[in-house]
């Protein structure tokens, strides 16, 4: 057993030391591990993969531990060690050279090798049940970001099978340039919906701008996202029929009043649309598919709207995300070719998360 | 204008009333109205269409309507005009002869008539921004089921796009039988997960039951709801390992206390979990689809989980749907060929609903 001295590592704390001789069997092959003067230190989660890939054995307190023995001590020792473990295992079986980090781990591309390539994304692991802050996430993002790194999410579900997402901050930027040329159309507020009954603002607004929908040739609906925007570029007046004799036009408070007991996030839907307008893009509903909206980047007036790139959901600043409903937005988004976004208002503006699946 | 006397409606409340003649122009060429001894009375939606479609004029207090007018009067007058008729228009510009009933409308097949064909299905419209309780659509649904129909939920978007969907009751029912014959397997509870250290008990779990994931070929991982499952049928004891010197066995109170404060819904997951097994299905998690359960009717031991069928997602009692969620479970439940069924408790079992979109 003396050749073995080596690999015999000792736990102490959450390090297991191992002996000089292990920074050449076992750093020089695969990286495991931080090299010191006299010793190889691991981390509580190499010592267990090496444990596990029986390459290492471990003592505490003179008694040597199994596999199982350590994921106990680990266990107690570490929040959330498990989790941790499972996505290590599995990003070194898949080939990947993967070292701790602020966020959880730093990964290196296949074939790098850290001190000679930069690493390639930094990982942070979660379970499917806990609740994750949007703070927290961009919190992450940001870390990773100082570092010139993107966050990679990587979600442990119930049966251990991890699902990876690039998580990004993005802007949004389309191609749409125009400025409608029109003003004082008459518009009628119905319930949740605002009419116009004109035939040229019809053609003007959906035709030409995409706004709304033509209920037939003479009506077009607005949603009442769509109405507060071309009433605040005044385009449209929006008129109160509820009382048959006085009817009356609605001031943007007044409208945004009344829209708020209809649609309780109005307030962000609204600055999230009025963003993604004016930054040059068409925005419609994204209902079909789950989120507040689909948005195009470019619609070409003569082929109308085919294919939109993204779907945008606004949330508030102080939004928790739950992974399960995280994971079903992404996967259907992903279904029909298109990139999920969050929207939340920061400061006077607006920020988009982009959140996509990844394949390792 | 002689001739045209009988299109000529009178608005009086809610109902417009045309002279005789119209019940053979207008009752018997497209089963519009209810015809009375003296005159065929319409709905506000039947007007509403029939004077779209300029079959016939409106009267109220000696004044025309145009078509503006009604849909004014009319919203004033009816809840949610705007949204029946939205549906109504469509239904009936797809060739459906479509009546007035206790959920909103009838729909008769296509080449079907009143009286002497059976109604297809009863709709009940919504707007996309309803919240709509869970209690509310069952009452709708044990309403058409009454008079043996189908419930089809026609759902307005904010662009006034329609998404159909039937919503039914339903069984659930498996074709795995056997019992498994084993117990006093040791199982570890680690945070948000359990442990089975056994090859032995890993084949019966998994390879025979497919239970757990399989970390390696020595340790299988089973989520809470699989461990409290086998914990109450006793085949696994859960040993608590956070006290180094005291492991002990847990009781089922014990351990559900705990797995509520990870999974806070927990106690319905679990009920609806032991429903599904007890009825000879696999069971699942559903995560990748943003739902509690993926659900296998029947599973060949040789070939090994291939296609689950369903997406079970369990609910209280108390559910409120909110309807932009609904519409992304059942698009993401069809993108991935499943079937999406919610499930609550109800007295002492376990009530089931499928809701799946349909091509009108």
Chains 1, 2 share one sequence.
Not at 23 to 33: A, E, L, V
Not at 163 to 185: H, N, P, Q
């Amino acid at each position: 057993m003396n050749d073995m001295n080596g690999l015999r590592g000792c736990l102490s704390g959450s390090i297991v030391k191992l002996g000089i001789s292990a920074r050449d069997i076992i750093y020089n092959t695969g990286f495991y591990g931080h090299p010191r003067e006299d010793c190889l230190e691991l981390t509580l989660v190499e010592s267990a993969y090496l444990l596990y890939k029986k390459r290492i054995t471990i003592k505490q307190d003179e008694k040597y531990l199994d596999f199982n023995d350590l994921i106990c001590e680990a266990s107690r020792m570490t929040d959330n060690f498990e989790v941790k473990y499972i996505v290590y295992k599995d990003l070194r079986e898949r080939g990947y050279i993967i070292k701790q980090s602020v966020t959880d781990f730093r990964v290196y591309p296949r074939g790098g090798r850290p001190g000679s390539t930069p690493s390639e994304f930094l990982v942070h692991t979660l379970s499917e049940r806990w609740p994750i802050h949007l703070s927290d996430l961009i919190q992450q993002i940001e870390t990773a970001a100082n570092m010139r790194k993107d966050l990679v999410m990587a979600v442990v579900d119930e049966e251990s099978d991890i699902t990876f997402y690039s998580a990004r901050l993005r802007s949004m930027k389309g191609k749409m340039k125009e400025k409608l040329l029109c003003s004082d159309i008459r518009a009628m507020l119905l319930e949740d919906r605002v009419i116009v009954w004109d035939k040229d603002a019809l053609a003007k607004l959906h035709n030409e701008f995409f706004y709304g929908k033509p209920l037939d040739e003479f009506h077009l609906h607005l949603s009442l996202i769509e109405a507060a925007y071309l009433q605040e570029i005044e385009i449209i007046d929006i008129i109160d029929i509820s009382e048959k004799e006085a009817k009356k036009i609605l001031t943007s408070c007044e409208f945004a009043r009344y829209a708020v007991t209809v649609e309780p996030d109005f307030p962000i839907k609204l600055a999230v649309y009025k963003e993604l307008r004016n930054s040059g893009m068409i925005v419609k509903t994204g209902y079909k598919f789950g989120s507040h909206y689909r948005v195009y980047m470019n619609v070409d007036k003569q082929k109308g709207m085919k294919h939109s790139e993204f779907l945008v959901h606004a949330v508030e600043s102080d939004h928790i995300f739950n992974l399960s409903q995280l994971s079903r937005a992404v996967r259907l988004a992903h279904s029909v070719k298109k990139q999920m976004v969050f929207a939340w208002m920061a400061g006077n503006g607006i920020n988009y998360l982009q959140i996509s699946r990844m394949k390792m």
